[in-house]
C-alpha cells in the first residue's frame, strides 16, 4: 500500500512500520472511536491523504521505537548512578516502617532496582509520548495552520468571487476560477480545487461536492460559507446578492479579527515586561548570594547565556502564535497568460526572462542569452544600491564575509582577545570587536535597504485605495478600463501613477492589459496588491465596464488601510513598552555595576582581611571580581538589546527582519552606557 505522507512523507520505511504495528493498533484502538475519527478529521482537514489505521499504526511505531530507546538509556542511566556512586543507596527512602531487621534489609536491596526500574519506564514513557503524539500532531498543527489562512483570505476570495459574478459567470465559472487563483489565495483556492476536482474527475455532482468540502474544510467560517452557497444553489437564488452580502459581512470579521488580535498582543507586551525582568532580579539574587560565598557562579553563566536566550526566543515563539502573518508571496503567476508573461514571472538573478524560452532553438538566442546576463550584471554593478533595495538579503552575501575578514584580522594581529582573561581584562573592546563590529557590518545595511524597500512598496499601497476610488469613477462615467487608467496616470502624482502610466503605455505597444497588470504587481510582489490586481485582471476580461468591481477592491483596500492604522497605532505602544522595559533594564544593571558591585567587592575584601578580594574571580571565599560580573552585565545587556530590538520589528509588521533596526539602535544604546560604565 502507498501512503503519502506519514511521519512526513510516505516513504517505504514508513509504510512498513505502519503495516508491521497494524496489529499493535487493533489490540489498542477501536477503528470507530472518537479518537480515530478525529484524527482521520485531521487528516482530511490537513490534506494528507494517508489512511487513518495505516497513520495511527505508524504513529504506535515511531513512539514504540523512541520509547524503547529512551526505555534502555533510563534503564542504563538509573544503574550508572548507582554503579559510579554519584547517588547513595541508603540516602533514598520511603520512611516505611519495618518490623525486623531482615525486613529493613530486604527492603533496601530491593532500592537500586525499584530506582532502576522507575528511571527506565520514565524515560520509556516519555520516549513513547513525544513520538506517538509529535507524529499525531503533524496533522493538528498543518490544518490549524491551513485553517489560519483561510480564515485570513476569506473576505478577499469572496470579494474575487463577487467581482467573477459581477462580470458574468455561472456558478461552475466562478467554482473553476478560484480553484485556478492559487497564487492568489493560497489555501482557499486549495479548497475549491477539490471541488473541481471532485466533479471533472469523480463525475460528483458539484452541489454534493460543495457539501462534502463544508464538512472537510478545517475552517469554520468557510464550511458556513459553503453551506449558505449550497442553499443557494439548491433554491436557485441570486448568486451576485448572496456574494454581495457575504462580502460585506466578512470584511467587518476580517477587520474584527485583526482587532481581537491586536487587544491580544497589547497583553502580550505587558506580559514581556514582566518576563525580561525577571533574569534582572536572578542576577542581582545571585551577585548578593555570591558576595556571601553561597552561590556557584555557574548559575549566573547561564542565567546571562541560556535564560536570557531563551526567554526572548519563547516570547517570540508566543508572539508568533498569535500575529498574523500576511499569507501568499505577492507574485501572480496566471494560468493560461503569455509566453512572456510566463517567463518575465520567472525571472531573477540567475532567471533571465524571455529569452529563457528560446534557448536551445538556435545558436542565436544562445548568445542573446549570455548577452543578457552581460547586461543584467552591468545593471547590478551601475546600480547595486537598486538591486539591494530590491533584494535586501543579499546584502548579507557582501556582509558576512566582509565582517569575518575584519574579526579574522584582528585575531590574527591580536586586537581581538582570544583567551577568557583576555575578555575579562578588556570587557568592552572584546565584546566590540568580537559582537558588536561584525553585528554592524551585517545588520546595519541589511536594515536600512530593507526599510528603503518597505517604503517603496508603501509608495504603491498609501495611495492605492484612492486610486481605486478613482478608476471605479471614471469607469462609471463610460470609460473602458484602460481609458480609466490613463485618467488616473495624468490626474494623480506619486509612485502609482507613474506605474499606471507604464501599464497604458505597454498596452499601446501591444501587450494585453492584463499581462500589463501582472508585470506590474510583480515588480512589487506585495500580497495584498496581488489580490486587487488578480481581482480586476480576471474582471475586465469579462467586460471593461467593470465599476462594481472597482468599488469592491477600493472597499477591501479601504478596510485594509482601517487595519493597518489600527495595528500601527497599537502596536507602537506594545514596542514602547518594550523599549522602554529595556531602559530600565539597561540602567538597573548601569546602577548595579557603578554603585553595587565595586563597594559590595571591597566590603567583602576588608572581611576578608584583604586576601581573597582578588581571588576566585566570582564567589571565591565570598570575594567578587568586578571585571568578571561586568563582563557578564555587558554581555546580559547585549543579548537583551538583540532580542528586545527582534521583538518590537515581529510585533510592529509580523516581519523578523523589520526588527533589525532596533536591535541595531537597542545594541548601540548599551555599548554607549557600558563605555561609560564598564
Same mark, same amino acid.
Given at each position: 500500500?502507498?501512503?503519502?505522507?506519514?511521519?512526513?512523507?510516505?516513504?517505504?520505511?514508513?509504510?512498513?512500520?505502519?503495516?508491521?504495528?497494524?496489529?499493535?493498533?487493533?489490540?489498542?484502538?477501536?477503528?470507530?472511536?472518537?479518537?480515530?475519527?478525529?484524527?482521520?478529521?485531521?487528516?482530511?482537514?490537513?490534506?494528507?491523504?494517508?489512511?487513518?489505521?495505516?497513520?495511527?499504526?505508524?504513529?504506535?511505531?515511531?513512539?514504540?521505537?523512541?520509547?524503547?530507546?529512551?526505555?534502555?538509556?533510563?534503564?542504563?542511566?538509573?544503574?550508572?548512578?548507582?554503579?559510579?556512586?554519584?547517588?547513595?543507596?541508603?540516602?533514598?527512602?520511603?520512611?516505611?516502617?519495618?518490623?525486623?531487621?531482615?525486613?529493613?534489609?530486604?527492603?533496601?536491596?530491593?532500592?537500586?532496582?525499584?530506582?532502576?526500574?522507575?528511571?527506565?519506564?520514565?524515560?520509556?514513557?516519555?520516549?513513547?509520548?513525544?513520538?506517538?503524539?509529535?507524529?499525531?500532531?503533524?496533522?493538528?498543527?498543518?490544518?490549524?495552520?491551513? @485553517?489560519?489562512?483561510?480564515?485570513?483570505?476569506?473576505?478577499?476570495?469572496?470579494?474575487?468571487?463577487?467581482?467573477?459574478?459581477?462580470?458574468?459567470?455561472?456558478?461552475?465559472?466562478?467554482?473553476?476560477?478560484?480553484?485556478?487563483?492559487?497564487?492568489?489565495?493560497?489555501?482557499?483556492?486549495?479548497?475549491?480545487?477539490?471541488?473541481?476536482? @471532485?466533479? @471533472?474527475?469523480?463525475?460528483?455532482?458539484?452541489?454534493?461536492?460543495?457539501? $462534502? !468540502?463544508?464538512?472537510?474544510?478545517?475552517?469554520?467560517?468557510?464550511?458556513?460559507?459553503?453551506?449558505?452557497?449550497?442553499?443557494?444553489?439548491?433554491?436557485?437564488?441570486?448568486?451576485?446578492?448572496?456574494?454581495?452580502?457575504?462580502?460585506?459581512?466578512?470584511?467587518?470579521?476580517?477587520?474584527?479579527?485583526?482587532?481581537?488580535?491586536?487587544?491580544?498582543?497589547?497583553?502580550?507586551?505587558?506580559?514581556?515586561?514582566?518576563?525580561?525582568?525577571?533574569?534582572?532580579?536572578?542576577?542581582?539574587?545571585? =551577585?548578593?548570594?555570591?558576595?556571601?560565598?553561597?552561590?556557584?557562579?555557574?548559575?549566573?553563566?547561564?542565567?546571562?547565556?541560556?535564560?536570557?536566550?531563551?526567554?526572548?526566543?519563547?516570547?517570540?515563539?508566543? =508572539?508568533?502564535?498569535?500575529?498574523?502573518?500576511?499569507?501568499?508571496?505577492?507574485?501572480?503567476?496566471?494560468?493560461?497568460?503569455?509566453?512572456?508573461?510566463?517567463?518575465?514571472?520567472?525571472?531573477?538573478?540567475?532567471?533571465?526572462?524571455?529569452?529563457?524560452?528560446? /534557448?536551445?532553438?538556435?545558436?542565436?538566442?544562445?548568445?542573446?542569452?549570455?548577452?543578457?546576463?552581460?547586461?543584467?550584471?552591468?545593471?547590478?554593478?551601475?546600480?547595486?544600491?537598486?538591486?539591494?533595495?530590491?533584494?535586501?538579503?543579499?546584502?548579507?552575501?557582501?556582509?558576512?564575509?566582509?565582517?569575518? /575578514?575584519?574579526?579574522?584580522?584582528?585575531?590574527?594581529?591580536?586586537?581581538?582577545?582570544?583567551?577568557?582573561?583576555?575578555?575579562?581584562?578588556?570587557?568592552?573592546?572584546?565584546?566590540?570587536?568580537?559582537?558588536?563590529?561584525?553585528?554592524?557590518?551585517?545588520?546595519?545595511?541589511?536594515?536600512?535597504?530593507?526599510?528603503?524597500?518597505?517604503?517603496?512598496?508603501?509608495?504603491?499601497?498609501?495611495?492605492?485605495? @484612492?486610486?481605486?476610488?478613482?478608476?471605479?469613477?471614471?469607469?462609471?462615467?463610460?470609460?473602458?478600463?484602460?481609458?480609466?487608467?490613463?485618467?488616473?496616470?495624468?490626474?494623480?502624482?506619486?509612485?502609482?501613477?507613474?506605474?499606471?502610466?507604464?501599464?497604458?503605455?505597454?498596452?499601446?505597444?501591444?501587450?494585453?492589459?492584463?499581462?500589463?497588470? /501582472?508585470?506590474?504587481?510583480?515588480?512589487?510582489?506585495?500580497?495584498?496588491?496581488?489580490?486587487?490586481?488578480?481581482?480586476?485582471?480576471?474582471?475586465?476580461?469579462?467586460?471593461? $465596464?467593470?465599476?462594481?468591481?472597482?468599488?469592491?477592491?477600493?472597499?477591501?483596500?479601504?478596510?485594509?488601510?482601517?487595519?493597518?492604522?489600527?495595528?500601527?497605532?497599537?502596536?507602537?505602544?506594545?514596542?514602547?513598552?518594550?523599549?522602554?522595559?529595556?531602559?530600565?533594564?539597561?540602567?538597573?544593571?548601569?546602577?548595579? !555595576?557603578?554603585?553595587?558591585?565595586?563597594?559590595?567587592?571591597?566590603?567583602?575584601?576588608?572581611?576578608?582581611?584583604?586576601?581573597?578580594?582578588?581571588?576566585?574571580?566570582?564567589?571565591?571565599?565570598?570575594? /567578587?571580581?568586578?571585571?568578571?560580573?561586568?563582563?557578564?552585565?555587558?554581555?546580559?545587556?547585549?543579548? $537583551?538589546?538583540?532580542?528586545?530590538?527582534?521583538?518590537?520589528?515581529?510585533?510592529?509588521?509580523?516581519?523578523?527582519?523589520?526588527?533589525?533596526?532596533?536591535?541595531?539602535?537597542?545594541?548601540?544604546?548599551?555599548?554607549?552606557?557600558?563605555?561609560?560604565?564598564?
Amino acid at each position: 500500500m502507498s501512503l503519502d505522507t506519514g511521519v512526513g512523507d510516505g516513504s517505504v520505511d514508513g509504510n512498513l512500520l505502519a503495516e508491521l504495528f497494524y496489529p499493535v493498533f487493533e489490540l489498542l484502538f477501536d477503528a470507530d472511536g472518537d479518537f480515530v475519527g478525529d484524527v482521520e478529521r485531521k487528516l482530511a482537514e490537513a490534506r494528507m491523504p494517508d489512511q487513518v489505521e495505516m497513520y495511527v499504526s505508524r504513529a504506535l511505531g515511531v513512539g514504540l521505537l523512541v520509547g524503547g530507546t529512551l526505555w534502555a538509556l533510563g534503564t542504563l542511566t538509573g544503574y550508572g548512578v548507582f554503579s559510579l556512586g554519584l547517588i547513595d543507596p541508603d540516602a533514598l527512602s520511603l520512611g516505611m516502617p519495618a518490623p525486623t531487621p531482615a525486613v529493613r534489609e530486604f527492603l533496601r536491596s530491593l532500592v537500586v532496582p525499584a530506582a532502576v526500574l522507575v528511571s527506565g519506564l520514565v524515560f520509556g514513557s516519555l520516549g513513547f509520548a513525544i513520538g506517538f503524539g509529535g507524529v499525531v500532531a503533524i496533522p493538528y498543527s498543518r490544518a490549524s495552520a491551513r @485553517e489560519r489562512e483561510i480564515n485570513l483570505l476569506l473576505a478577499d476570495s469572496v470579494s474575487f468571487m463577487y467581482a467573477l459574478s459581477v462580470g458574468g459567470l455561472n456558478q461552475l465559472e466562478i467554482l473553476r476560477s478560484m480553484a485556478t487563483a492559487e497564487d492568489t489565495y493560497g489555501e482557499v483556492s486549495r479548497e475549491f480545487q477539490s471541488i473541481v476536482n @471532485e466533479t @471533472e474527475y469523480f463525475g460528483t455532482d458539484y452541489r454534493n461536492a460543495i457539501r $462534502q !468540502q463544508s464538512m472537510e474544510t478545517p475552517s469554520d467560517e468557510l464550511s458556513q460559507f459553503l453551506a449558505d452557497m449550497l442553499s443557494i444553489v439548491n433554491s436557485g437564488g441570486d448568486m451576485e446578492s448572496f456574494l454581495k452580502d457575504k462580502k460585506e459581512k466578512h470584511l467587518r470579521t476580517s477587520k474584527q479579527e485583526r482587532e481581537m488580535t491586536l487587544e491580544t498582543l497589547e497583553l502580550f507586551g505587558e506580559m514581556y515586561m514582566t518576563l525580561s525582568l525577571f533574569p534582572l532580579l536572578l542576577i542581582i539574587i545571585l =551577585v548578593i548570594m555570591g558576595m556571601m560565598g553561597e552561590s556557584d557562579e555557574r548559575l549566573l553563566y547561564a542565567t546571562v547565556y541560556a535564560l536570557i536566550p531563551l526567554t526572548g526566543v519563547g516570547f517570540l515563539v508566543l =508572539v508568533s502564535t498569535v500575529k498574523q502573518d500576511e499569507p501568499g508571496d505577492g507574485y501572480l503567476r496566471p494560468d493560461g497568460g503569455s509566453d512572456r508573461l510566463r517567463q518575465t514571472s520567472k525571472e531573477g538573478l540567475l532567471h533571465f526572462g524571455l529569452i529563457e524560452a528560446f /534557448v536551445g532553438r538556435f545558436g542565436v538566442f544562445d548568445r542573446i542569452r549570455d548577452r543578457e546576463g552581460t547586461y543584467k550584471t552591468k545593471q547590478i554593478v551601475s546600480a547595486p544600491h537598486l538591486f539591494l533595495r530590491d533584494n535586501p538579503l543579499y546584502t548579507l552575501a557582501l556582509t558576512v564575509p566582509a565582517a569575518l /575578514v575584519i574579526v579574522g584580522v584582528a585575531v590574527g594581529s591580536g586586537n581581538a582577545p582570544t583567551t577568557f582573561d583576555g575578555w575579562v581584562d578588556r570587557p568592552v573592546w572584546s565584546t566590540f570587536i568580537w559582537v558588536y563590529l561584525p553585528a554592524y557590518l551585517v545588520l546595519t545595511p541589511l536594515a536600512v535597504f530593507h526599510e528603503w524597500s518597505q517604503r517603496s512598496k508603501r509608495a504603491i499601497t498609501g495611495k492605492l485605495s @484612492e486610486s481605486l476610488r478613482k478608476l471605479s469613477s471614471a469607469n462609471d462615467t463610460g470609460q473602458t478600463l484602460l481609458e480609466s487608467v490613463e485618467t488616473v496616470s495624468e490626474t494623480s502624482s506619486g509612485k502609482l501613477a507613474e506605474e499606471f502610466e507604464v501599464v497604458h503605455e505597454k498596452v499601446n505597444y501591444g501587450m494585453s492589459l492584463r499581462d500589463a497588470l /501582472v508585470e506590474f504587481n510583480n515588480k512589487y510582489a506585495v500580497p495584498r496588491l496581488a489580490r486587487t490586481v488578480k481581482l480586476i485582471s480576471e474582471a475586465q476580461e469579462a467586460s471593461s $465596464q467593470i465599476t462594481d468591481v472597482l468599488t469592491t477592491a477600493a472597499q477591501a483596500s479601504e478596510n485594509q488601510d482601517d487595519i493597518e492604522r489600527n495595528r500601527i497605532s497599537q502596536t507602537r505602544m506594545q514596542v514602547a513598552i518594550i523599549v522602554m522595559t529595556y531602559v530600565t533594564l539597561l540602567g538597573v544593571m548601569a546602577i548595579l !555595576q557603578t554603585q553595587f558591585i565595586d563597594v559590595m567587592g571591597g566590603l567583602s575584601s576588608q572581611a576578608d582581611g584583604g586576601g581573597a578580594g582578588g581571588g576566585a574571580g566570582f564567589g571565591g571565599g565570598g570575594g /567578587v571580581d568586578p571585571e568578571v560580573l561586568s563582563l557578564l552585565f555587558f554581555h546580559a545587556v547585549t543579548l $537583551q538589546a538583540v532580542l528586545s530590538g527582534f521583538i518590537s520589528g515581529y510585533i510592529r509588521n509580523a516581519d523578523i527582519i523589520s526588527g533589525v533596526k532596533f536591535a541595531v539602535v537597542l545594541m548601540t544604546l548599551a555599548l554607549g552606557v557600558w563605555i561609560y560604565v564598564g
